[in-house]
Structures are given as structure tokens and as C-alpha cells.
């Protein structure tokens, strides 16, 4: 392949704003789904899933927190190479929330595990590989020529998006929550728990698609090392004011954090528990009666 295609798609859409900050958010999303699969692999027992996802949970804390006290900056391989693993791991995460899901409601057995797996597996193979078509062919690099010619004959300035179209996008998307949870309300009242779980599997087999969607620039990563690609570097993340955190501080801090959230799981486990509690006896009924 040529060395141009491989430098036009590491240049192609190049963003500095994705650091270890994103680990940091991305963290709060796993947290969000870990406390009720851990509410559920107590009550299930016999479960694998949600505790190969919970274990992943808390050694994304743990590496994050490790790279943010060994890195201050990330080199121009680095930073494709943790955008990349960002988004494949976030594809990872939500296929065990999936596959928890079936595992922990018992309603489909080993064969579906294995047909959403291979479902995931493809559309993950189709994503690398279109990718990686569209550089051999040379698709980003005639992208890359028709910009430059287009830069040519206008000057183009990148602002900020204002106000007005912000406001209109919360707007549409508020819209589009209320239609989608009278939707939900709707269709759910009359459905069947099979069809409840299989929707639940490909709406969390399609937001971990679409959150992970920058899992493709490990491809980047793999070019700028192959090629030797030059380009800036960049801040691993935007640290607090003040002075640099000493290595045992860090490692004291990063055990309170672990501590104050291992407690706050098993405080929220308990009070969780109790409301699955109800929400499970009295569902059945509440459904029937729609």
C-alpha cells in the first residue's frame, strides 16, 4: 500500500480533544450499568458476565488512573493508540452488558450467547475492514485532494456552533426522548419478555457500535508506526491546579477512591436489591393488566 493513503486517513479528521479525561467519562457510563449487574449476579448466582464485566469495570478504573500518573503527554502513536482502545473497549463493555442480559433473565439459552457474540464479532470485522478497504483504495487520500482544492478557491473558518443550532439539536433531541418513551410505554406494555430482551440485546449491541465508533483509529496507530508519521503531541489529560501529585500520594488516593466505591456498591447493592425486589414480583402483573 502506499505510504500517502496510509498518512491521508491518520490525518484524516485528527482531533486532539480525546484523552484520558474520555477514560474518566466513559468510566461513569460503566459505573451506571455495573451496580444493577452486580445487584443481579447476587440475586442469580451461577452468573459469568457480569462479573468479567464488573472486574473489567474496576481495572478501567485502575488503569486510568495508572496512566494518568505515568503520562503528562501522549505522542502522536499514543494518542490514536488510546482513542482506538477507548472505543474497542467500549464495544467489549456493552457486548458483556448484553450477553448479561441474556445470561441473568434465563429466558434464551447457549446458542443465542453465541449467535449475538458472532453478530458482534461481525459487524466489529465488517468496521475494521471497510476501514481498512476505503484506505487501500485510496479513499481518503482523493477525500484529502478534493479538500485541498476546495480550500484553494475559499477560504473556510471553523468557528464554534452557536447558540441558535445547539439549542435546536437539544430541542430535537428532547423531542425524540418523549416520542421514544411513549413508543417504549407502548410497545413494551404488550410485549413478551422474549421480545423485551431481544430488543434490550440490540439496543445495547448497537449504543456500544456507536460509542465505540472511534475503535477504527487503531488503525491510525498501526500506520503512524509502520510508516513512521510524524505529527504533535498532545496533553494525556487536563490536570487539576496545583502541584504534581507525588507517586505514593497517587497510589493512596487511587486505594480511597476504590475503597469509597467498593462501599458505595455494596450500599447501593442493598437498597437495588430490594427494589428488583418489587419491580420483579409486580411487573408480570402490571403487564397483564395493560
Not at 70 to 96: D, H, P, T, V, W
Not at 115 to 124: D, P, R
Not at 209 to 237: F, T
Amino acid at each position: 500500500m502506499k505510504r500517502e493513503y496510509a498518512e491521508a486517513y491518520v490525518r484524516w479528521a485528527d482531533t486532539n480533544l480525546i484523552d484520558l479525561d474520555m477514560w474518566t467519562g466513559m468510566g461513569v457510563i460503566y459505573a451506571v450499568f455495573a451496580f444493577p449487574l452486580l445487584v443481579f449476579a447476587l440475586v442469580v448466582r451461577q452468573v459469568i458476565f457480569p462479573y468479567i464485566y464488573i472486574v473489567l469495570f474496576l481495572g478501567h478504573c485502575i488503569l486510568t488512573a495508572a496512566l494518568k500518573q505515568k503520562y503528562c503527554e501522549f505522542n502522536y502513536f499514543q494518542k490514536f493508540l488510546n482513542i482506538g482502545a477507548s472505543g474497542a473497549f467500549a464495544r467489549l463493555m456493552f457486548l458483556l452488558i448484553a450477553l448479561s442480559l441474556i445470561e441473568v433473565t434465563g429466558i434464551y439459552g447457549l446458542s443465542t450467547i453465541f449467535f449475538v457474540f458472532g453478530v458482534w464479532l461481525f459487524l466489529n470485522v465488517l468496521d475494521f475492514g471497510t476501514v481498512w478497504w476505503r484506505i487501500r483504495s485510496g479513499r481518503f487520500y482523493a477525500a484529502q485532494e478534493r479538500r485541498k482544492e476546495q480550500e484553494k478557491h475559499k477560504k473556510t473558518q471553523k468557528k464554534g456552533m452557536s447558540r441558535g443550532p445547539a439549542m435546536a439539536i437539544c430541542g430535537i433531541g428532547g423531542l425524540a426522548g418523549i416520542l421514544g418513551m411513549s413508543f417504549a410505554k407502548m410497545f413494551f406494555s404488550n410485549a413478551s419478555q422474549e421480545v423485551i430482551v431481544s430488543s434490550a440485546v440490540c439496543i445495547f449491541i448497537f449504543l456500544g457500535m456507536l460509542l465505540g465508533i472511534a475503535g477504527s483509529n487503531l488503525w491510525k496507530a498501526y500506520y503512524v508506526k509502520k510508516y513512521d508519521i510524524q505529527g504533535k503531541s498532545i496533553p494525556a489529560y487536563r490536570p487539576r491546579p496545583g502541584q504534581k501529585q507525588t507517586v505514593l500520594h497517587s497510589i493512596l488516593r487511587t486505594l480511597g477512591v476504590i475503597g469509597r466505591f467498593l462501599l458505595g456498591i455494596i450500599a447501593f447493592s442493598v437498597l437495588a436489591t430490594v427494589v428488583m425486589y418489587f419491580f420483579m414480583r409486580w411487573l408480570p402483573a402490571w403487564l397483564s393488566h395493560r
